[in-house]
């Protein structure tokens, strides 16, 4: 089992960037698929970007393609979505999440339970 933290999240204006991070604790963390989602008020957690356990392959949604990138670092059981060119429908609470199964780590369905997230917002 993977425990999760996130932080690096912020106020920020439009056009601005910032580094999430979520720290996993587990030795098994190298073999998990990481997911990063997104909630905004009133709407649906939605999914944002996944990367493989070994980083060979990565997926984002339409609405952040080309802005934010998922990295991971294995050795330090850290996964960082770097988020450019940020707008202010960016504003949420960004969570990480972990899967065994790189397809079904996008699926928010899949979890049963939630970290605290790290809270996002931009302004205009």
């Known amino acids: 089992q993977v425990q999760l933290v996130e932080s690096g999240g912020g106020l920020v204006q439009a056009g601005a960037s910032l580094r999430l991070s979520c720290a996993a604790s587990?030795?098994?963390?190298?073999?998990?698929?990481m997911c990063w989602f997104r909630q905004a008020p009133g709407l649906e957690r939605e999914f944002v970007a996944t990367?493989?356990?070994?980083?060979?392959?990565?997926y984002y949604s339409d609405s952040v393609k080309g802005r934010f990138t998922i990295s991971r670092d294995n050795a330090k059981n850290t996964v960082y979505l770097q988020m450019n060119s940020l707008k202010p429908e960016d504003t949420a609470v960004y969570y990480c999440?972990?899967?065994?199964?790189?397809?079904?780590?996008?699926?928010?369905?899949?979890?049963?339970?939630w970290g605290q997230g790290t809270q996002v917002t931009v302004s205009s």
């Open positions: 990367i493989s356990w070994i980083a060979d392959s990565t």
């Open positions: 587990g030795r098994t963390f190298g073999s998990y698929t």
């Open positions: 999440a972990a899967h065994q199964n790189y397809y079904r780590c996008r699926l928010e369905y899949e979890y049963a339970y």
